[in-house]
């Protein structure tokens, strides 16, 4: 996942039983020392965890999955008891899941442990899972606890050995190596830091006599696996969509094209593999918006990164009887893309409830409804209608996932670009996003409906979006560095 910085966990092994993150342990410390991966963990222990994290929607692309196993594996066995979560959030510390928001991790933790041993798995029916997964991941996600154990099928998984592999050289082009290790040496590039620059707006606010102004700024997507492809030649690409739909972030990547071009031009199979540092450089944002609100005459100005589609989206949100005017602006920055998670529509949703004083129920435009409150502790209620739910699990693990995003958007999440638009806070500890010792208790409520189902969590990021920067007061920047709990 940030391959290497050490940050992300998901290479987590355990060595003489303690919990150590693989990428940045050096061979030579582990001379005359047991190491156990997820897949040496006793069967009948992976299978209670892999049943525990599926029955609660506690996975749902699976690449953050084993590493967070093996942790909490090592928690159980120091005899740290079910319901005790400080223990649990704190191992967590060392890893990111940006799916799941985290709370039906912890639950996760309750249900592999607890007194009954996970008792009966409750019946689920496959297929209407998977759609469910569908509807709100966008691309096919596969359900059950071959998925925690990592198994839910990853672009780079079915690459043929012989294989060369692929890394951007900085310049536009690739480096290309017999192995992974070549190819990054070919490349000769030094793995990006975290800065310590002050995050700043992208845009100013339009001209005029505002009640309530916005801008926001950069906000690394932070999907888990890096972008990756392989391709034989004359072939078809693997999909980078392997397992989930990375929250939008990879509709646009190059990478399937890049793998099919350099394997023709190469005459063998190629591995296309994106670092970290890749990802951020060269993948998508949702455009960066600033915007005044005119509560008397009901009118929004918003100027927003030039992105087809945004200006509609914000349309959508405002509603007919709000005016509304966009300015797209061309700046030097990473591309934009309006393929990320209801990026305009959220924003929309935001400045609506600015608008009309309060953030009340949102109707995303495929027919989700949704609406979030704060309670004095900062924990957040959430009411979602997705139409008929399918599998309960699996949509309410979707809309924790959009609950968490919404609440790190708002108050925690950018990262910095330069003046020359080249995005700087590579690592994935400086995107911002919500630890779980920081993420409020989310309560999800799921509405009976009848209706056919429709995507759920992205009305869910709106609403809480709009809910987060209301209880906040609609201070002028996100991220608004105030915590909700
Ligand atoms: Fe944790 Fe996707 S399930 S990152």
Redesign the pocket.
Known sequence: GCSPQGQCGCCTVLVDGQPRVACVTPVRRIAGRSITTFDGLPAADRDRWGEAFATCGA???????PGIVVRLAALEAKGIPPGEHGPVEQALLAHL????GWRTIVEAWDRATGPVRSGPVPPRDADRATRRARLEGGVDQAIGPEVAAGRGGFADDLAPAEALVAVPDGRGGYAVGATLTEARAAAGRVPGRHTTDELRPVLAVPEGDWDITLQTGWVEPAY?EPDASWCWPGGTPATPLGN?GAFGGKHTSKVQADARRLADQHGRAVRVLWSREDVVRLGPKRPPLAAGVDRRNRRVVARVVRTPGVADALAAALGPDAELAVEEVDVAGPPTSRTLRAAGWAEGVALRAALDGVAGEVASPQGGRARAVIGPDGSLDVHVDAGMPLDEAVLRSYCMGAAHMAAGWVTSEGIVVDDDGVPVDLTIRSFGVLRAIDTPFVRVVIEPSERDPVNGSDAVFGAVAAAVWAAQGFPPRWPTGRTLR
């Open positions: 996975t749902q692309c699976g690449f953050c999955t899941c940006r799916c799941t888990l989930g």
